[in-house]
């Protein structure tokens, strides 16, 4: 989680997928072959069957953040202290409980997706 940005996705068709934890948005190659920025706890470049554990290809809407210190919507979306990048407005998926156990163990924040 520093200033170092995050892949930019490589096409925006049907491959992206949604980190569920910090919603980063990437290609599912791009997560197998680096991981989540912001997420390297998880491990994706080493497991690609967590891929599908940790990130979805449901999500509403994307924002590009560049400078997220100064930027009123990240602050506003909660990915402030996220590495500059594309991220969702939101997922309707939760992480998995196991995942989840995996965030406290490191001890980052998790919330999940609000119900509607």
Same mark, same amino acid.
């Given at each position: ?35 989540? =920025?912001?997420? *390297? ?10 891929? !599908?554990?940790?990130?979805? $290809? ?34 309707? =998926?939760?992480? *998995? ?10 001890? !980052?924040?998790?919330?999940? $997706?609000?119900?509607?």
């Amino acid at each position: 989680m520093g200033e170092a940005p995050a892949q930019i996705p490589t096409s925006f068709g049907h491959e992206l997928r949604a980190c569920l934890r910090c919603r980063l948005v990437k290609t599912y190659d791009q997560f197998r072959d680096s991981g989540c =920025e912001n997420c *390297p706890f998880f491990k994706m470049e080493d497991d690609h069957e967590r891929i !599908v554990d940790v990130t979805t $290809p449901n999500f509403n809407g994307i924002i590009s953040m560049m400078d997220p210190r100064r930027s009123w919507a990240a602050r506003w979306l909660r990915i402030g202290k996220f590495a500059p990048g594309c991220y969702t407005l939101a997922v309707s =998926e939760a992480l *998995p409980e196991e995942m989840q156990s995996i965030c406290q163990q490191v001890r !980052v924040q998790y919330v999940p $997706p609000k119900r509607i």
